[in-house]
């Protein structure tokens, strides 16, 4: 949409004693596959994608929430950190064999010390790489 914008601008600030062009094919077929994948992605994400908030959380408030995801024979994850604030940082990311879902399945343990914590994914015997992520908040 924004190289539309650009093209439209650009054509309004021709001349009027100049010929004006019309949109070169590319730029509309462009932008079409834009919005067709932007889409997609939103699709995808609502219609696949587990979010988790993990309990317990630490002394001052940290949290851990995760975001989980599988594909045909490919599970994948990403690790956030969610502050007293309630804004969220990604801080580490996982991948998985044969879709499995660590988090679905209940195979997950969350530890907490004094200058940070640790998240460790269990497997089922499909593999988790890497299984240990380190927390920091």
Request: proline share 4%; charged share 20%; hydrophobic share 40%.
């Amino acid at each position: 949409m924004a190289l539309l914008k650009v093209d439209a601008f650009r054509q309004r600030s021709i001349t009027s004693t100049a010929r004006t062009r019309r949109r070169p094919w590319f730029v509309t077929l462009l932008a079409v596959v834009s919005v067709a994948f932007s889409g997609l992605g939103a699709l995808d994400d609502l219609s696949s994608a587990k979010y988790y908030v993990l309990s317990p959380a630490n002394s001052d408030g940290c949290r851990v929430a995760v975001r989980e995801v599988s594909f045909l024979l490919a599970g994948r994850g990403t690790v956030y950190v969610v502050g007293a604030a309630g804004v969220g940082r990604e801080v580490s990311s996982w991948t998985a064999d044969d879709g499995y879902k660590p988090f679905s399945s209940g195979n997950y343990e969350l530890m907490w010390y004094s200058d940070g914590g640790s998240l460790i994914l269990h497997s089922n015997g499909d593999p988790v790489w890497p299984a240990l992520h380190e927390i920091n908040c």
